[in-house]
């Protein structure tokens, strides 16, 4: 954070040659700034660059407000909080005024009869771009009051005439002026919340009850939404779609890396987890979304993956406290422990009902399946499958350590398959070396090269 400007009055500020100058000019300018200077201006988005960040971008340099629509858990309210970023990092207010406004440009009656009266005196406060990010969870019980304000019975009983304007409390939009305000899940405004909100976005004033108050509101005003075809909560009403300047579809992660990448990015992991059982888990929520068992209308959110990852992640430490293991690794073991507790995060199709976990399962194999392939392909574990056909056993579980793992494998003579297998996937401790083992185990089993047979938390292959 750079250090906050000096300036303490209109004064002050006028000699610096400060430029008054609107929310959407502010942004445009720096984003084309950014962009002219090769600065990625979204850190942390990933699988947008070539779909929704262009169209986001466009509509800014417009000056429009926008609305996202897209299933949940596809990052549209990281994707508006990221807007913060395009304001000024200090920007000047009028100190002490309710609505932030800046000290060249007084709207409330407050404030211009301030500035009249004192000039170039006029005090300065300087509020960081932070505090002009304003953000509002839609909820049915939502008000006009919430959003626009109204009359203040407080004020009123000091003594002010009720047709004082100085007797309206604003609202969050209005207290929003100079800045940014989201919405999200705007369709859960009832249609006469929305109503009121027609001629912010289109005047850019207010009205509450019987005032006649024009204040020329200097707010982008953004949300997030279900795409209406299928929400069943409400709807966005149709002059408030028309008086958004874009309205851009987000969607889940198109490639496999950027699904990792929102993981790895977003999971709190308190354990190792290797990338072969992030791509695993990548792949799993990847597979549900294309599965005819689960409802795709309401969709399978990041959020999915994010938990399931830090769900293994815990299976492993769990593991490793219980066994008394210097490091905790996540195995394929662990990956049984998503299935229980996830159930509740995706919406199955109502002919699935009671097959559920089976589902999961089957889908969960099949990722193990393809993450094998393709982490493992073109290392020759055919020593390994004679060894096991002629009587070896591998055991491992939840009850078995690492180190119990590498130890209990088969000896195969001369042959470094064990070596090329961990550098196959830059496992260099125990626990990455037991983790990779125990892949390449599970991947001869779903090629039904290998048997498995599982009791009481101990995993035998042979």
Known sequence: MSERPTATTVGELRATGHDARSV???????????????????????????????????????????????????????????LVGLMDEWSPVIAGSELGEHPFEPITVESRGRAAELGDDLPVEWRHRDERYSEKLATPDTSVADLIGDVDPMRVAEGRRLGDPETIHFGLIPRSHRGIVAINELPDLAERIQVAMLNVMEERDIQIRGYVLRLPLDVLVVASANPEDYTNRGRIITPLKDRFGAEIRTHYPHELDD?????????????????????????????????????????????????????????????????????AVARVVDLEAALDVLRGKVEFESGEEGREREVLAHLLRTATAEACRSRLGGVDLGLLVEAIEDGALVTTGE?????????????????????RLAAKVGATSAGERASAVELALEGLYLARRIGKDSVDGETVYG
Do not use: C
């Open 24 to 82: 959407r000019a502010e942004i445009r300018a720096n984003l084309l700034a950014a962009l002219a200077a090769g600065h990625d201006p979204w850190p942390g988005l990933h699988g947008f660059g070539t779909t929704v960040v262009p169209q986001l971008e466009r509509a800014l340099i417009a000056g429009h407000d926008v609305v996202l629509l897209g299933e949940r858990g596809q990052g549209k309210t990281r994707l508006l909080r990221s």
């Open 259 to 327: 699904e990792m990448a929102v993981v790895r990015q977003e999971a709190g992991l308190v354990a190792q987890v290797p990338d072969a059982l992030l791509e695993v888990v990548a792949r799993f929520t990847r597979a549900l979304r294309a599965s005819p068992a689960v409802d795709q209308r309401s969709g399978v959110s990041a959020r999915f993956a994010i938990a399931a990852a830090e769900t293994v992640a815990a299976a492993a430490l769990h593991r490793a406290t219980v066994l008394g293991e210097d490091e």
């Open 399 to 419: 009850r078995v350590s690492a180190r119990d793992l590498l130890d209990g494998l088969p000896v195969l003579g001369e042959s470094d398959v064990y070596e």
